[in-house]
T-cell receptor
């Protein structure tokens, strides 16, 4: 079973609004990553946050990590129609000898 | 040129046939992965390899096998394809604990 669960499963907003997606995980992590997938395409890495970091920014993206709650959130500010995609979180466990574990994803639709 | 390539991009086959999906990378990464994605769902890990002699089963390895022919090549085989293996298959590479780089995917249909 997948370690990560994402919420909401689907999100529809208007262009210019902010989009927030949440991710929960079950075990201790080394880092947590967010990926984007356009329909039927490969995933593209967006941002990585390490377990000792609480917040990270990259352009219009803001990621937070709360290790006490085993959760992370991805905020996309001033969304654009081109942001329409599925977004996945992926956790990298402490051991280092495990692969990433992906969440189930949030499908974001940004209406022009 | 793409850093991670997959062949074929699309394949339609019949139940019982043996299928091989191939993945090549030019990123020089030690780690390679095979994932499966069903419509509307996340990725499930099939197999992963930390180097040429280190291959590990993922969440859903039954019915699949892999071969790491070289650092740059990692192939996935379906020994006897069945319809519920119809899915989108992705290969990915990474260095330890870091960003994964994905190929464009192979859409496999088993009739």
């Amino acid at each position: 079973s997948q370690q990560g669960e994402e919420d909401p499963q689907a999100l529809s907003i208007q262009e210019g609004e902010n989009a927030t997606m949440n991710c929960s995980y079950k075990t201790s992590i080394n880092n947590l990553q967010w990926y984007r997938q356009n329909s039927g395409r490969g995933l593209v890495h967006l941002i990585l946050i390490r377990s000792n970091e609480r917040e990270k920014h990259s352009g219009r993206l803001r990621v937070t990590l709360d290790t006490s709650k085993k959760s992370s959130s991805l905020l996309i500010t001033a969304s654009r129609a081109a942001d329409t995609a599925s977004y996945f979180c992926a956790s990298s466990m402490d051991t280092g000898r495990r692969a990433l574990t992906f969440g189930s994803g949030t499908r974001l639709q940004v209406q022009p | 040129d793409a850093d991670v390539t997959q062949t074929p991009r699309n394949r339609i086959t019949k139940t019982g046939k043996r299928i091989m999906l191939e993945c090549s990378q030019t990123k020089g990464h030690d780690r390679m992965y095979w994932y499966r994605q069903d419509p509307g769902l996340g990725l499930q890990l099939i197999y992963y390899s930390f180097d040429v002699k280190d291959i590990n089963k993922g969440e859903i390895s039954d019915g699949y096998s892999v071969s790491r022919q070289a650092q740059a090549k990692f192939s996935l085989s379906l020994e006897s394809a069945i319809p519920n293996q119809t899915a989108l298959y992705f290969c990915a590479t990474s260095q330890r604990g870091g960003t994964q780089y994905f190929g464009p995917g192979t859409r496999l249909t088993v009739l």
